[in-house]
């Protein structure tokens, strides 16, 4: 009976799941699509602006040659040409068989209407604008929450189905197991890159943070020098590697690709969502006519200003791990006074 049961709602979850999906209209696949499209266009500008960063190293040290160099060449090359590839298939408006659960997802936040107004696609948005432009975080804040209700809606019918066989070839509690994991691996698949998110957004503001100091001193030194303000942003986005240092490199590859500086530099703005990259690059635009003899003097305070915040940060990160050292310190202590103290009484006993 119980098996029957199982049988049922497995059939009856991937019937709704080839329901929702052919149900889905045309703007419910272009949402998907679009989403996907911007996916690999983000993947081929990365791995540009990793290739010029691998080309920049290798005149640097004058051996083009050189055997690590090639190799991650061919694997930026390999890279690249997957992405673009993928994207020609999203523009010519092709999906693929997995491409049906994240529709299948936005097919249910259709009915259910969960739109921009929804607390959770808003906190997920707001967490997504950190890292992607407006219309980029919306169109990627849908397909997560479409495929993370995609994967459970799978995960759920397979569970019923599997249950149904493991216990119709007599497995008893290995068939449960056997059902629990494939609901708990399906459910990972669309719950990951869905939290992911709050780690990436977390690691982001660390990391530009810690990067700002050493940046804005370069800019501030190049500055000072007599050079533009847009060749100083380009030595100091080509002269290390991290998140802000990528995004430097982002708005001179906006800048070649004909984007107003007012346009890119407001991006940076938006993308890095930190105080002091929000003043760099409000100086920037606010200066863009004026030269040099004003920005030089901004870089010189923005300098001052966030080399002393970065003392403040690493004094309080400091105290904070010494805080969660405090209990394993007393724990040790108390068990030094446990190995002192047993064999004294010990003795007196005797």
């Keep these: 009976m119980i098996m029957i049961l199982c049988m049922v709602l497995g059939t009856i979850a991937f019937v709704v799941f080839l329901y929702l999906f052919l149900s889905a209209d045309e703007n ?8 996907c499209i911007e996916t690999q266009n983000e993947e081929i500008k990365t791995v540009r602006m990793e290739m010029e960063r691998l080309a920049e190293k290798a005149k640097r040290l004058g051996n083009l040659e050189d055997k690590k160099i090639k190799k991650n060449a061919k694997k930026l090359k390999k890279r690249y040409d997957n992405a673009q590839k993928l994207l ?21 936040m259709q009915l259910l209407k969960w739109d921009s107004t929804n607390e959770t696609v808003k906190n997920l948005y707001k967490k997504c604008c950190h890292f992607q432009e407006r219309k980029e975080a919306m169109h990627h804040t849908y397909y997560l929450l479409g495929a993370l209700f995609g994967y459970v809606f799978i995960g759920i019918g397979a569970f019923f189905v599997i249950l149904a066989i493991t216990l119709s070839l007599g497995m008893g ?18 719950y990951v890159p869905y939290d992911n998110v709050s780690a990436t957004v977390l690691k982001r503001e660390e990391e530009i943070s810690n990067e700002f100091p050493q940046v804005v001193s370069k800019l501030a030194l190049l500055t000072v020098a007599g050079m533009e ?22 708005v001179m590859l906006d800048l070649h690709n004909n984007v107003s500086p007012v346009e890119a530099y407001s991006r940076f703005i ?5 105080k002091y990259t929000t003043k ?40 904070k791990i010494q805080s ?3 209990i394993p310190t007393i724990l040790m202590f108390v068990g030094i006074l446990i190995l002192v103290i047993v064999p004294v009484m010990s003795g007196f006993s005797l």
């Design 173 to 190: 509690q290995r068939g449960v197991i056997v059902a629990l994991i494939a609901l708990v691996v399906f459910g990972v698949l669309g």
């Design 88 to 108: 020609e298939t999203y523009q010519n408006r092709k999906i693929s068989g997995l491409d049906m659960i994240p529709i299948v997802g936005y097919r249910l």
């Design 324 to 326: 969660k050292l405090l």
């Design 280 to 319: 760099l690059g409000t100086s920037i635009i606010q200066n863009t006519s004026k030269g040099n003899s004003e920005i030089v003097g901004l870089f010189k305070s923005l300098n001052d200003e966030s080399w002393m915040e970065h003392k403040h940060s690493a004094r309080r990160m400091g105290e």
């Design 229 to 250: 303000v847009s060749q100083a942003w380009r030595i100091a986005g080509q002269s290390g590697e991290g998140t802000l240092y990528d995004e430097m490199n982002r």
């Design 28 to 35: 419910i696949v272009n949402m998907m699509i679009e989403s």
């Design 270 to 274: 938006q993308r890095c969502d930190n």
